[in-house]
T-cell receptor, first 111, second 113 residues
Framework: KQEVTQIPAALSVPEGENLVLNCSFTDSAIYNLQWFRQDPGKGLTSLLLIQSSQREQTSGRLNASLDKSSGRSTLYIAASQPGDSATYLCAVNQAGTALIFGKGTTLSVSS | DGGITQSPKYLFRKEGQNVTLSCEQNLNHDAMYWYRQDPGQGLRLIYYSQIVNDFQKGDIAEGYSVSREKKESFPLTVTSAQKNPTAFYLC????????????FGSGTRLTVV
């Protein structure tokens, strides 16, 4: 059974720092991997989707990488801002099932 | 605007009652999903449907039921058999099983009183 793990569970940084969030998964047979953002009490917003054949995707200050063979993905956030404070969730898509989520990393960026 | 709507935003249930959470989408998505989120936890899959009149159990389906009579609608009923229903419930839709276009509703917070 696929399991998704995110480290760290929580992270606090001062504004302007570059940071990395980690995601690992146990079964490398995935279609793709997505990173989502969740604000408190809200739904999720998709940030980046990486196909299994891709190595990375970029959107603005966000860069996500995927190493399928080792079961790892990272989300890199450049020049963090207070508005980046949220919970970031990693999810993998396997054939014929719904997305399987990690527990998330809660990020706090102080000004 | 296309999107996915969950209602109500807050719901209170008495012990022994069944309650139904609504989820409607106008994105013309084939796939729809229900997740449960508890504090400090990720999302756990309750049920999903990839086509009208068909749905599959997820990891924690016990005590829940769903229907998919229309493409746009995927209501979730929390039955009295669900012993610990207090949680945040999220509905999502996707273009198909590929994961593309995954769109979430704003959630329903269910509390047992």
């Amino acid at each position: 059974k696929q399991e998704v793990t995110q480290i760290p569970a929580a992270l606090s940084v001062p504004e302007g720092e570059n940071l990395v969030l980690n995601c690992s998964f146990t079964d490398s047979a995935i279609y793709n991997l997505q990173w989502f953002r969740q604000d408190p009490g809200k739904g999720l917003t998709s940030l980046l989707l990486i196909q299994s054949s891709q190595r990375e995707q970029t959107s603005g200050r966000l860069n996500a990488s995927l190493d399928k063979s080792s079961g790892r993905s990272t989300l890199y956030i450049a020049a963090s801002q207070p508005g980046d404070s949220a919970t970031y969730l990693c999810a993998v898509n396997q054939a014929g099932t719904a997305l399987i989520f990690g527990k998330g990393t809660t990020l706090s960026v102080s000004s | 605007d296309g999107g996915i709507t969950q209602s109500p935003k807050y719901l209170f249930r008495k012990e022994g009652q069944n309650v139904t959470l609504s989820c409607e989408q106008n994105l013309n998505h084939d796939a729809m999903y229900w997740y449960r989120q508890d504090p400090g936890q990720g999302l756990r899959l309750i049920y999903y449907s990839q086509i009208v009149n068909d749905f599959q159990k997820g990891d924690i389906a016990e005590g829940y039921s769903v229907s998919r009579e229309k493409k746009e609608s995927f209501p979730l009923t929390v039955t009295s058999a669900q012993k610990n229903p207090t949680a945040f419930y999220l509905c999502a839709s996707g273009i198909d099983r590929s994961g593309y276009g995954y769109t979430f509703g704003s959630g329903t917070r269910l509390t047992v009183v």
